[in-house]
């Protein structure tokens, strides 16, 4: 099976993440995921990620970072890979029934797209390590 990449956007203020609720009329409906969509023949992600967040968002994006995680989701051939994100504006959804700045401990107790709940413990798991690596430095 061909895998279909998807840039899913990860997009901070402070220590919350941006999520949007997908439609009920979707794969995985009326639960929450990172903004984003499939990367199109000749795309780069940084390409994906401005087309979609203008889309979907109104956003206008001025950096991609590197690649954090992918996931594949599931038996489907989609794999998610999820990119930080930097942007102006203030979102405003089209595609998601709303949207929420959400810190990853919030995110934990939301519905969450598959792929995007295996991101969100990935990112807890990481946070942590992160955050014990820097209180043993300044022991």
Do not use: C, N
């Not at 794999?79 to 930080?84: A, G």
């Not at 990935?122 to 820097?134: F, I, K, P, V």
């Amino acid at each position: 099976m061909k895998s279909i990449r998807v840039v899913a956007a990860v997009l901070r203020r402070g220590d919350a993440l941006l999520v949007g609720r997908r439609p009920e009329s979707k794969r995985h409906g009326g639960m929450w995921e990172f903004p984003g969509g499939k990367i199109d023949p000749g795309e780069t992600p940084t390409d994906t990620a401005r087309r979609e967040l203008a889309e979907e968002l109104e956003l206008k994006v001025t950096h991609v970072g590197d690649l954090l995680h992918a996931v594949r989701d599931g038996s489907s051939s989609f794999v998610i890979e999820f990119y930080p994100v930097e942007s102006e504006g203030e979102p405003v959804p089209h595609e998601h029934s709303e949207i929420a700045w959400l810190t990853p401990e919030e995110l934990s107790s939301r519905s969450l797209a598959p792929a995007d709940d295996a991101f969100v413990r990935w990112l807890r798991t990481a946070d942590r390590s992160a955050r014990q690596a820097g209180s043993s430095e300044r022991r």
